[in-house]
């Protein structure tokens, strides 16, 4: 991901579920240097075991897997097109981004805007948790997206898909844009769920 341009200094963060707790990327570290052997081991109530301590986003990590049983890993950048969009005014809360095409439909999915509150603030929390059993992924006002996958391979192609998308948005602003229609969109969520 770092590769890819789609997280900077020491932006952005990672972790992936454990049978005993979380595995999870260390505060203030680029994602470019990741070191391994001090990846931040989180037990099952969020203590740290090994490692160096997690991002300061971690309560992010586990308001997500908290409300998706499913969920085997969580991605959470500042990619710079969905931080643009969450920037927007006038987006509709309930889902941000159109569904413009049919990859977006299926990794993605609907996408709420939770709204702005400052880094760290346990209330960010409290705004994700109700919409997280229904969504795998949510954009932060002003700030950027969490998705949650059944893997890590999952959560990281969602997330790529939806800064994709974010971008295609943005360079379609001022174009008349033709949408997949309500019924293409219900036959994709029918094809793959
Ligand atoms: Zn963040």
């Not at 992936?16 to 099952?44: I, K, Q, Y």
């Not at 809360?93 to 996408?111: K, N, Q």
């Not at 949510?138 to 890590?152: E, I, R, Y």
Request: glycine share 8%; with cysteine; net charge negative.
């Amino acid at each position: 991901m770092f590769q890819r341009g789609l997280t900077f200094g020491s932006a952005g963060n990672i972790s992936v579920r454990l049978e005993d707790g979380w595995l999870m990327t260390p505060t203030n570290v680029s994602l470019g240097e990741l070191d391994p052997a001090r990846l931040a081991h989180l037990g099952p109530d969020g203590q740290l075991l090994e490692g160096d301590a997690p991002t300061k986003e971690a309560f992010l990590h586990r308001v997500m897997y908290a409300g998706r049983t499913d969920a085997e890993a969580v991605v959470h950048l500042h990619s710079t097109h969905s931080v643009a969009v969450s920037c927007l005014a006038d987006l509709d809360p309930d889902d941000v981004l159109p569904p413009i095409t049919a990859y977006y439909v299926m990794r993605v999915g609907r996408l709420p805007l939770v709204p702005y509150f400052p880094p760290g603030d346990t209330k960010l929390a409290e705004a994700v948790r109700p919409l997280v059993g229904r969504h795998h992924a949510v954009l932060l006002a002003n700030h950027g997206p969490v998705v949650a996958g059944t893997s890590l391979t999952a959560a990281a192609g969602a997330i790529e898909e939806l800064e994709e998308t974010a971008r295609l948005f943005l360079l379609l602003q001022g174009h008349r844009v033709r949408s997949l229609t309500p019924a293409q969109v219900d036959e994709l969520r029918a094809r793959y769920g």
